[in-house]
């Protein structure tokens, strides 16, 4: 009979529809619903008599496979595989236990590229044409590198940077979506560093360490020196020129014992002169004709003026002596 006949394909059909993915599986569904409804036709319009063996029709040709992208250099692994990896390495980094069937879909192959490490330097000793280690030293010869020994990839010249930057610039502007992040090194913009106050309150602004402003004043008419210029340091009143006497606030005499720089001898201190012949200084104001304690020299025009500058003041010696006496107390004998 004919009934059983046709009951088999009708029944393999689903199990071969599930195989099938993507395209080939909606061919396939397509087919089947069309030759399902000829087939009740056939059967409705015919079914006293049996169908002929030599009039039934072909089977239907399988559906062509999807043809599988070619890549140069890729080898077709299985997905599996790919996910075993990283969750061998998460599991040995973060110490969890990751099943790849529960993480992703494991089913089908993947490509994968080998690619070489871009970055990466190799130095040949131009002596024995061998590759250097991580070291400088050849592991051949002995040899130290130098300009001599080959370097791959080549060192590339300035003019070979610039085309880069504009290879990349140009590629930007193609892909403006998916633009690389460049870097940018411009400061002409006020970079303020701050972070958020308390309970959401005003930010906190990092000022910096906070610095005294020096003010200088004329002794002759006491007014103010600006420093609009460092060439000419003169008053704007009386026109006269700032000079050693001109007082300075806050006081820094100590730190400054030879006067301060960029000022005139005054009247009142003269500034610090040095013998000419042993370079040793004269006391402070000191006339001419006072003779030098190191050479017995007497200051004349010939002697220079020390030249104002910042001094380290020396050490007090009662704070000297204390401390010395301090550790004489501390120290312990032996037994």
Known sequence: MSSPATAAPTGATPKEGKKRRGVSKMLYQVRAVFKK??????????????????????????????????????????????????????????????????????????????????????????????????????????????????????????????????????????????????????????IILKRPGKAGGQDLVFKGKPRMRVRRNCHMCNSLITAHSKQARTCDNCGHRRCADCPRNPDAKKKYPYGYPNDEPGATFKGVHACHECKKKFPANAEDGTECRNCSHQKCADCPRVKPRKVEPEPDPDILESLRLRMEALRTTEV
């Open 37 to 190: 409804g000829g087939r009740s036709r056939t059967t409705a319009t015919a079914q006293p008599a049996a169908p002929e063996p030599a009039l039934m029709s072909p089977p239907p040709a399988p559906a062509a496979a999807p043809k599988v992208p070619q890549y140069e250099g890729a080898t077709k692994i299985p997905r599996l595989q790919i996910h075993e990896e990283r969750a061998k390495k998460l599991g040995s980094r973060f110490g969890l236990e990751i099943k790849p069937s529960e993480w992703h879909s494991t089913e089908g192959d993947v490509f994968r590229v080998e690619k070489g490490v871009r970055m990466r330097i190799h130095r040949e000793c131009h002596r024995c044409h061998s590759a250097f280690g991580a070291g400088n030293e050849c592991p051949n010869c002995q040899h130290k590198r130098c300009k001599n020994c080959t370097r791959y990839p080549v060192k590339r010249t300035d003019s070979e940077r610039e085309a880069n930057r504009t290879r990349r610039e140009a590629a930007i502007r193609r892909n403006k979506e998916n633009a690389p992040i460049i870097p940018s090194y411009d400061y002409s913009e006020k």
